[in-house]
Structures are given as C-alpha cells and as structure tokens.
C-alpha cells in the first residue's frame, strides 16, 4: 500500500497539460526476483519516477518502454528474463535467476477509471480489496475490475463477460490472503489476468509518550505504516516530540474502547513505563481485533501482570497470549532506543507477513512463496481472524 500511496500522492502534483503519464506493474515473475507481482513505477516523459519494479536493475529499460506506450497509448506486457545466459539485451548480466513480466500502461488523465484514479478510490480504505488488471490479450489488456469483501463490484471490466469468469476466483482471495495470476478462456481466447489482494496499511497505536516512543513512530512511519500514540500525560502529547505521527491523542485509559480504533490492521504497543496503565490499557485492548499486542518491559513485568488479571476473574485465554509479546521485539541485541524501536517494527512486520523472523540464509524455501506449478502466487499481510 505504501507504493500506492505515493504514486497517487505524486499523480496529484503533475501538470498533465505538461507531461505525459505511465504506470508499469510487476504481474507475473518465474523463478526469482528483487521484488514481488504488485510491485510498481509511475513514469512521467521527462524521465522521472516513483516506485520501483525490481532493484534498479529494470528501470532504465522501463522507462524507455514507457515512452513509447505514452506515444502510443497503447498498453503492453513485457518480460525480462534476468537469468545470466539470457538477459545480454539488458546490457549486462544480472544473475537474479527469474523471469519478470511487466505491464506498462499509459495514464490518460482525462479518463475516470484509469489506474491512478482506482487506486485513489482504495488507498485510504480500512478494508480490503482485490484487484483485477488483464496483462495478456489480443484486446484489453490494463483493463481492471475493482471488488470489495462483500463482493461488491466497485469498477467493472470494460469486457463485461470477464467478470463472470474471475469473480469467484477474485473473492477466494479474502480468505486465501494470496494474490495470483489466472487463465481465462472466452471466445477461444486466452485471457491471463493478475488478480491481487490488496489489504490497507499497518495502522500503529503506542500506548505511551515517552522519548523512547518517537524512534517506533519514525521507523513505523518510514515504512509507510499510519500511527497514532496516546497517553494520559498531556505534557507528553505534543507535535514537536512525535512530529510524523498521524495523530496524537490525551486519553484516559478508562475511555479505551470510547476513543480508540483497533482493527485487525491494528498493531498495538503498550510502552508507557507505568505498569498500572499498562495493565489497564490491556484489559480494554485484549478482546480488540489486534493480532499484536506488545508490552515493553521483561518476562517477569507481563508474569505479573497476567497473575494479577487471573486473581480478578480476568484469565487471558490463549488466544489472547499468543497475541502478546512480551518482552516486545526480536533479539537482535538491541540497546538504545532506536535498536530497540528497530527491533520492535521487525517484530510487528514479521508478525503481520506470518515470518519467523529468524535468518534468511537458513530458510529451506524460497524467500518469496511460489506454488508447485510456478503459477505466481506471492505474501501478502495476513490476519489471523
């Protein structure tokens, strides 16, 4: 989500009367590469960009390629083999041992349902979508369809009959909580279309003010992620301590469930240094959606904590301790409060994208998930319901 915001957020600046307009998305990769199907660039005609298709290596090449579809208006799919023995138009060999499929398309500003405006439409949402776009036709290719959970169709297909066909396969991704590429039959023609989930930012909450909050807000901000933090200390909730933060909030802990939101895009942190409001904040927060909740402080802080929740008839099922980590973050040795703050969101990503978050080097699969017969399937964030 994060590329999307900013693509839209830099579509907002461009003087169309100026500058011509495209957008390239990754749609399908074989094998290995630097980034994922849903990966994306929007590429203006003086040669500037935003987002990325792979690690540097693509772009240069994409951006040519854009030009002429600008010129043309007219969208195409192109592949780039970055195997060694095969990449040699690139320039240069790249060893990344994968096959990438790109959709290059223009961006009419004039026409509502171009990309940029569809994903205008979701990029702010608290819910989830999935996203339709045909990469392989002899007609149609870039055109989309937009559905929400509970099915509605938000943008159709130009093609009318092609929904019929994905709708089912579309909607199977709320659950499946994987993106994919399908084929599709119609008129004797094969159609391929990428189909992808797409699910809203990671939302922040930090319960706690303290100076060792702003590096978590920072980090959390840098990676896209929307965060609110809160306390009961007034003096603490100022704009010039947590000047990145989406909101910032004086609450008592008694107006929890009143005032705070908590989805199930909700990571939650408990870090106030005031074990009473910690316990308190928990008690309000531990039924909420959140599939994290964080507790700075050590083992025996939490033990406590949760002794004392049991004693007043408030046992913590294990639904609800799974969901807990505390002591907060991975042991990566951290000591200041940006080790810690960088221990901590690696903890929450990992959480969210269900990794272990141990070493990649001794990873038995593939960095990236791909199925058994090479039909691209990739990670999203998911959520346990």
Not at 196 to 217: K, N, T
Not at 345 to 370: M, T, Y
Request: include cysteine.
């Amino acid at each position: 989500m994060k590329d999307i915001k900013a693509i839209v957020n830099k579509y907002q600046s461009i003087d169309f009367n100026l500058r011509k307009v495209a957008l390239a998305t990754v749609v399908r990769v074989h094998g290995s590469s630097y980034r994922c199907p849903g990966a994306r660039m929007l590429i203006t005609d003086d040669g500037r960009w935003i987002g990325s298709i792979s690690g540097g290596c693509l772009e240069g090449d994409a951006l040519r390629k854009a030009r002429m579809v600008m010129l043309d208006n007219k969208a195409i799919t192109h592949t780039y083999d970055t195997r060694e023995e095969s990449n040699q138009q690139l320039g240069f060999a790249l060893g990344c041992n994968g096959v990438i499929e790109v959709l290059i398309e223009p961006i009419l500003h004039n026409d509502a349902k171009n990309a940029i405006n569809i994903f205008q439409s979701f990029a702010g949402t608290k819910e989830s979508v999935v996203l339709a776009t045909v990469f392989s036709s002899s007609a149609g290719i870039a055109d989309k369809a937009l559905l929400n959970e509970q099915g509605q169709v938000l943008y159709d297909f130009q093609n009318k009959n092609l929904l019929a066909l994905i709708q089912h396969d579309a909607l199977q991704l709320f659950s499946t909580k994987k993106s994919e590429t399908k084929k599709y039959f119609h008129n004797n023609e094969e159609i391929e279309v990428f189909i992808e989930l797409i699910q809203p930012s990671i939302s922040l909450l930090i319960f706690g003010a303290g100076f060792d909050a702003r590096p978590v807000c920072d980090l959390a901000k840098s990676l896209g992620w929307n965060v609110h933090v809160t306390d009961e200390c007034a003096a603490h909730i100022l704009p010039v301590f947590f000047p990145m933060a989406d909101k910032l909030s004086h609450c008592d802990r008694t107006f929890l469930k009143n005032e705070i939101e908590i989805t199930p895009y909700t990571a939650c942190i408990l870090m106030s240094h005031n074990y009473n409001y910690d316990k308190d904040v928990l008690k309000n927060i531990m039924h909420c959606a959140t599939p994290y909740i964080g507790i700075l402080g050590p083992k025996k802080r939490f033990a406590k904590m949760e002794t004392e929740l049991t004693d007043e008839g408030i046992p913590l099922s294990e639904n609800i301790l799974q969901r807990i980590h505390s002591p907060i973050g991975l042991d990566i040795g951290a000591e200041t409060p940006e080790e810690i703050a960088l221990s901590i969101i690696a903890e929450i990503q990992s959480v969210f994208a269900q990794r272990s978050g141990a070493k990649l080097k001794n990873r038995a699969v593939p960095i990236h998930d791909r199925d058994a017969a090479s039909k691209q399937i990739f990670k999203q964030v998911y959520l346990a319901q």
